[in-house]
């Protein structure tokens, strides 16, 4: 059973412009959610992360969001570049946050 | 800071072969995690240890799959004897407590089953 998911496998963006990526969860107990990019033949690289008790949170270029109401979070990238171009997990884990649920992945394409 | 060392980086072995994984975390991360990640998939956690104690093992196919810990650093990640399904890249990653932060990961090794 998918606790996560990522239902858009791919986006194509043009470089400056926003890139939003979307992950829906299905589980109320989560409470603390991270994004992580992934280049190829690397180890995913932990980008940023929200707890439940925010609903924003932003670092530079990226910006989370979160909706507990409609569980649901996304990733906000203003401007896109080119070196942004990667694939994109989206993470929950609940109380305590041993385990980390992963989402399937959307592979983001900054076209310059 | 060095970050998560995971060796070898590929494998290709024949089914029912047994193979080997190590993973060195970052130092003084006392959190270790296992995860398999087939392709198209998110990676999916099969181990975590909190020191050298096993916290959650619950999805690790214990049947096949072992992996230890010893003294609390190194870990190593055995399949024996490898199924064709077992193809994937398993992905090492520390975090410096269990709980809300976020896990650093290695760079994963893919493995092969002919």
């Known amino acids: 059973d998918q606790q996560v998911k990522q239902n858009s496998p791919s986006l194509s963006v043009q470089e400056g412009r926003i890139s939003i990526l979307n992950c829906d969860y299905t589980n109320s107990m989560f409470d603390y959610f991270l994004w992580y990019k992934k280049y190829p033949a690397e180890g995913p690289t932990f980008l940023i992360s929200i707890s439940s008790i925010k609903d924003k949170n932003e670092d530079g270029r990226f910006t989370v969001f979160l909706n507990k109401s409609a569980k649901h979070l996304s990733l906000h990238i203003v401007p896109s570049q080119p070196g942004d171009s990667a694939v994109y997990f989206c993470a929950a884990s609940g109380i305590g946050g041993n385990q980390f649920y992963f989402g399937t992945g959307t592979s983001l394409t900054v076209i310059p | 800071e060095a970050g998560v060392a995971q060796s070898p980086r590929y494998k290709i072995i024949e089914k029912r072969q047994s193979v080997a994984f190590w993973c060195n975390p970052i130092s003084g991360h006392a959190t270790l995690y296992w995860y398999q990640q087939i392709l198209g998939q998110g990676p999916k956690l099969l181990i975590q240890?909190?020191?050298?104690?096993?916290?959650?093992d619950s999805q690790l196919p214990k049947d096949r799959f072992s992996a230890e810990r010893l003294k609390g650093v190194d870990s190593t990640l055995k399949i024996q004897p490898a199924k064709l399904e077992d193809s994937a890249v398993y992905l090492c990653?520390?975090?410096?407590?269990?709980?809300?932060?976020?896990?650093?990961f290695g760079d994963g090794t893919r493995l092969s089953i002919l």
């Open positions: 990653a520390s975090s410096l407590d269990p709980g809300n932060q976020p896990q650093h």
């Open positions: 240890f909190q020191n050298n104690g096993v916290v959650d």
